[in-house]
């Protein structure tokens, strides 16, 4: 973002909106942490604070404190949202085994106007998860800013829901559990309103009433974010459409104005049709939407294509659409057939192959399925492997419904006196990535380091094309264990090689909504300790204060005694405690 953009597009002074910015809560209290920072502060290897110094930041800013002391200051995720906004404002940075305050401090308190709102704009942006590459599975923050910019300023829970549906081509929420559903308009923004609240916590949004509603300080930021970071008017139609591809498509029309403002609708829809011509997979449906976004004035262009074959029947499907008129079945299967390889080709880096033909016949419905002999013969080159995929569906997997409840036991490998294992008890539609989440918490570890499921039917894990896993966000756990005793491998921390077997104990009705932990036995293995062998080494250190590396072992985990740690200890409240965070 530009230091020196313009601001006129709202009605306040330079002056009334750096006051706004220093005013928001979340700099605010990271300003206090950096000032306590001060000149320096010994951190850990993974360069947090240290426990003793974690407490005490927490006490200093009015955050929750643990039971128990924390291993680092990782453990609290209160004070690491604080923390986080400190090192983006620069308020803080970390080298040499000290943090210690950085310069966005003295910009923040003694800079220009334009340089404190640099501060603050970089830091909303990167804590709120809006500068740098888009994540299709976390757009809540830029679609309701999207929602509130198009709509002046404010925006009630339903047209909040109608951006959300828009941005997934259907009914939708922003959370999975029943309690988000449609939100009912007279009772406030209902799931919308902790979207709303921590654009809050930067100056950004406010709720008011029934409504959601931008600050003068939000306004300018969503008309800064919307116009400065659009790509430049010059740009060529396939530049355009790679910037904004995997955007919601509100965001994108917003995105793309300056540069539709720069062309006649039909000179714009001309260079997209092209652009779209020349391009393949998500793309080329983007183009095509934002050739579809400069309106019927655009018709010039479309009815020139019109007269092509192939990608033509694009444009004879939206003439028709403009005219009102039937369209060619033809054009409806050539069309049918290029959306459904984008899916394809999406599905085939993300879900297993021998699960393919079952969700493209969802996908396509049993209408287009029946259609198959029209879709083989409209001339389109990817017609075969669709057609043969949607002929050769075999028989789905069997699966338990999705909201039926897991009972499974997960346990620590090769780890004894005493073993370490959670049982839980979760939905059964629950993503691998969900489920990463869960154990993670049930068990106590971190989240420091890499993993990946290993089950029979492949590996899945962050989607990496250096790793190969397959996309662990596409595949639940009941497509995978279908019957008590089913088991998957979860492997974390690929250095020290903690595996977990994941049995599926029982198949309950539906009584849960969110994990549970029901019962476990020991403590969660310190992390980096060396795997299960550097564990028992661990173990047997710390209860010798004669060991030769007794001391090492206390002051690696900040213990004053080797009593302090205690492998037996594991408490289901502590357990649920995490699960809920």
């Known amino acids: 973002m530009s230091d020196n953009a313009a601001v006129d597009v709202v009605e306040v002074s330079l002056d ?29 290897t993974r360069g947090v604070l240290r426990p003793a110094a974690a407490v005490e930041a927490c006490e200093l800013l009015g955050l929750e404190t643990p039971s128990r002391k924390p291993r680092s200051a990782l453990d609290l995720p209160e004070l690491m949202m604080v923390w986080a906004a400190a090192s983006a404002a620069e308020f803080i940075e970390v080298a040499g085994g000290r943090v210690t305050a950085g310069p966005g401090l003295g910009r923040w308190l003694d800079g220009a106007p334009q340089d404190v709102l640099a501060v603050w704009a970089a830091c909303a942006g990167e804590s709120l998860g809006l500068t740098g590459a888009a994540d299709p599975e976390d757009m809540d923050f830029p679609v309701v800013l999207a929602a509130l910019h198009e709509g002046g300023g404010t925006a009630s829970a339903a047209q909040l829901l109608a951006a959300f549906e828009e941005m997934a081509g259907g009914p939708a929420s922003i959370c999975d559990c029943p309690d988000c559903a449609a939100p009912d308009p007279s009772s406030g923004l209902g799931p919308f309103e902790d979207v709303v609240e921590a654009l809050g916590e930067f100056g950004i949004a406010e709720v008011r009433g029934s409504e959601a509603a931008l600050t003068p300080l939000g306004r ?20 355009l459409v790679a910037a904004l591809t995997g955007l919601p498509d509100m965001v994108s029309r917003l995105m793309a104005r300056p540069w539709l403002a720069a062309r006649t609708p039909a000179e714009a829809a001309g260079e997209l049709l092209s652009a779209a011509a020349a391009a393949s997979g998500q793309e080329r449906l983007d183009a095509l939407a934002l050739a579809r976004a400069c309106g019927p004035e655009g018709a010039p262009a479309w009815r020139e294509w019109a007269a092509r074959d192939g990608f033509g029947a694009h444009a004879r499907l939206w003439l028709a659409e403009l005219d009102g008129t039937e369209p060619a079945e033809r054009d409806e299967a050539w069309a049918a057939v290029d959306t459904l390889t984008v899916m394809l080709d999406t599905l085939a880096a993300d879900a297993p192959a021998e699960f393919l033909p079952t969700i493209l016949q969802a996908a396509a419905g049993p209408e287009l399925t029946a259609a198959l002999p029209l879709l083989d013969e409209c001339g389109h080159p990817d017609a075969p492997r669709l057609v043969a995929l949607l002929g050769g569906v075999p028989e789905p997997l069997p699966a338990p419904g999705p909201a039926a409840t897991y009972q499974l036991k997960v346990q620590l490998r090769y780890v004894t006196k005493p073993p370490v294992w959670r049982r839980l008890r979760l939905p059964a539609g629950i993503t691998l990535d969900r489920l990463h989440e869960v154990v993670q918490a049930a068990m106590g570890w971190q989240n420091y380091h890499m993993h990946v499921f290993s089950h029979e039917s492949g590996e899945y894990g962050v989607r990496d094309p250096e790793l190969g896993y397959r996309d662990e966000r596409k595949v639940s756990l009941s497509q995978l264990l279908t019957a008590p005793g089913d088991k998957i491998v979860y492997t974390y921390d690929f250095g020290d090689g903690w595996e977990h077997d994941i049995v599926l104990e029982d198949i309950l009705p539906p009584e849960v909504t969110a994990p549970v932990c029901v019962t476990g036995k020991g403590a969660c293995p310190p992390e980096d300790c060396g795997g299960s062998w550097g564990y028992a080494d661990l173990k047997h250190t710390l209860a010798d204060p004669n060991a030769e590396n007794h001391k090492n072992m206390l002051e690696w985990l900040d213990l004053t005694s080797g009593d302090e740690f205690d492998p037996k200890h594991f408490s289901p409240e502590e357990a649920n405690q995490r699960l809920r965070h």
């Open 16 to 44: 009334e909106l750096v006051a706004q910015a220093r005013a928001c809560p979340a700099l605010a209290t990271a300003r206090q942490l950096a000032e306590w920072v001060g000149p320096g502060r010994e951190v850990t």
């Open 220 to 239: 300018w930021f969503t008309d800064l974010a919307f116009r400065e970071n659009a790509p430049p008017p010059d740009a060529g139609a396939a530049e």
